[in-house]
């Protein structure tokens, strides 16, 4: 089954302490994104990879690090986390079309809810 | 940054009734997108709009793309439970190889 699978799906750490948020997917795509939801906000990028060791910072990186060494796995870093980084946070993949323009339809994990206390 | 605004925020209707959620930006999107987010799941791509002025249909959802290509809305038919969710327009931007989310509108049906 093409899916993404992220882990873990909830997560209570306290301010400070590392953590990695895995993600992975089985769909061969050469994209991957990272986003977190809030309440009124909607979705916001943090990162996003469009192949292997190619990564860039979406429009609220600060706190967060990537690493897309392989193309299935696209792991987000909190090096230190702080309670501003509690939120749900998603991984999601694109494949790009024969042409190589992104093709634009994200498939999402089912989310990682975490709390920093 | 582009910003997507979406309205209302919240809907909450009866089963049967119609709606329209509208997705607003001054930005101009070479395609939009509408997600659909049921908790404790991720948003599932319902449609994606290309063309200004492109209409499409998905059995009771109706999807219009603004002329200028810096709006959308969505309006669904005789509302059911099963349409209770959150539903999210994502623009690609014009030379951006990334999607931007709009604000969201909850939407919960009543039987």
């Known amino acids: 089954e093409a899916q993404v699978t992220q882990n873990p799906r909830y997560l209570i750490t306290v301010t400070g302490k590392k953590l990695t948020v895995t993600c992975s997917q089985n769909?061969?795509?050469?994209?991957m994104s990272w986003y977190r939801q809030d309440p009124g906000l909607g979705l916001r990028q943090i990162y996003y990879?469009?192949?292997?060791?190619?990564?860039d910072k979406g429009d609220v990186p600060e706190g967060y690090k990537v690493s897309r060494k392989e193309k299935r796995n696209f792991p987000l870093i909190l090096e230190s986390p702080s309670p501003n980084q509690t939120s749900l946070y998603f991984c999601?993949?694109?494949?790009?079309?024969?042409?190589?323009?992104?093709?634009?339809?994200?498939?999402f994990g089912e989310g990682s809810r975490l709390t920093v206390l | 940054t582009q910003l997507l605004e979406q309205s209302p925020q919240f809907l909450s209707i009866q089963e049967g009734e119609n709606l329209t959620v509208y997705c607003n930006s001054s930005?101009?999107?070479?395609?939009l997108q509408w997600y659909r987010q049921e908790p404790g799941e991720g948003p599932v791509l319902l449609v994606t709009?290309?063309?200004?002025?492109e209409v499409k249909k998905l059995k009771r959802l109706t999807f219009q793309f603004g002329d200028a290509r810096k709006d959308s809305s969505l309006h669904i038919t005789a509302a059911q439970p099963g349409d209770t969710g959150l539903y999210l327009c994502?623009?690609?931007?014009?030379?951006?190889?990334?999607?931007?989310f709009g604000t969201g509108t909850r939407l919960l049906v009543s039987p």
């Open positions: 994502a623009g690609v931007g014009t030379g951006f190889q990334k999607l931007v």
């Open positions: 769909m061969n795509h050469e994209y």
């Open positions: 999601a993949s694109s494949s790009r079309r024969p042409s190589g323009i992104f093709s634009g339809e994200l498939f």
């Open positions: 990879s469009m192949n292997v060791e190619v990564t």
């Open positions: 709009v290309v063309t200004g002025g």
């Open positions: 930005s101009v999107f070479s395609s």
